[in-house]
T-cell receptor
Framework: EAAVTQSPRNKVAVTGGKVTLSCNQT?????MYWYRQDTGHGLRLIHY???????EKGDIPDGYKASRPSQENFSLILELATPSQTSVYFC???????????FGPGTRLTVL | QQKVQQSPESLIVPEGAMTSLNCTFS??????FAWYRQHSGKAPKALMS????GEKEEGRFTIHLNKASLHFSLHIRDSQPSDSALYLC???????????FGKGTKFSLIP
């Protein structure tokens, strides 16, 4: 089974601070995704990547940047964190067109 | 942009019951339809998927797709306590390898 890990698992940040969420997958999947999950909104796509060096905007990219330095790693960066970015963030990986996505355990981010 | 909607928002049933969860989508050319299950505090995990019109059964779960009606569903029979979770439907549109998720149906068993 695909293995996706995220770090940190929990994070408290201050408004205006920089936050980096990291994701690692060990199954050589080409595609990686960052979602946030909020009550009443389901899973919403922030950024995704087709492979090392590529990033694409999802449905709610404002206030977020992404970086894919290697096949295994995909980061989500909040340059100036705001309280509205308090949420649970999930990373996922997958291969091919519409194939199953494998999710990491999630990061709970609180911005005060 | 693909619109995906789920109903009902929540569902409470007795153990052993049969039930259905629904999902509608807006892109008639969508090509992949899936249900994910998320237990409380855990990551979503794929439950089952379908690519073409019809039904697919895996154990107590059946997925049914009707593209013409822009609708697919998940049927659960003989509900068990382990089925209590948030169920998310997901759709892949044409020419894309990204999924659009619904907001979820919270499924619980009567204690």
């Amino acid at each position: 089974e695909a293995a996706v890990t995220q770090s940190p698992r929990n994070k408290v940040a201050v408004t205006g601070g920089k936050v980096t969420l990291s994701c690692n997958q060990t199954n050589n999947h080409n595609n990686m995704y960052w979602y946030r999950q909020d009550t009443g909104h389901g899973l919403r796509l922030i950024h995704y990547s087709y492979g090392a060096g590529s990033t694409e905007k999802g449905d709610i990219p404002d206030g977020y940047k992404a970086s894919r330095p290697s096949q295994e790693n995909f980061s989500l960066i909040l340059e100036l964190a705001t309280p509205s970015q308090t949420s649970v963030y999930f990373c996922a990986s997958g291969d091919g067109w519409g194939d199953e996505q494998y999710f990491g355990p999630g990061t709970r981010l609180t911005v005060l | 942009q693909q619109k995906v909607q789920q109903s009902p928002e929540s569902l409470i049933v007795p153990e052993g019951a049969m039930t259905s969860l629904n999902c509608t989508f807006s892109d008639s050319a969508s090509q992949y339809f899936a249900w994910y299950r998320q237990h409380s505090g855990k990551a979503p995990k794929a439950l089952m998927s379908i690519f073409s019109n019809g039904e697919k059964e895996e154990g107590r779960f059946t997925i049914h797709l009707n593209k013409a009606s822009l609708h697919f569903s998940l049927h659960i029979r003989d509900s068990q306590p382990s089925d209590s979770a948030l169920y998310l439907c997901a759709v892949r549109g044409t020419g894309s390898n990204r999924l659009t998720f619904g907001k979820g149906t919270k499924f619980s068993l009567i204690p």
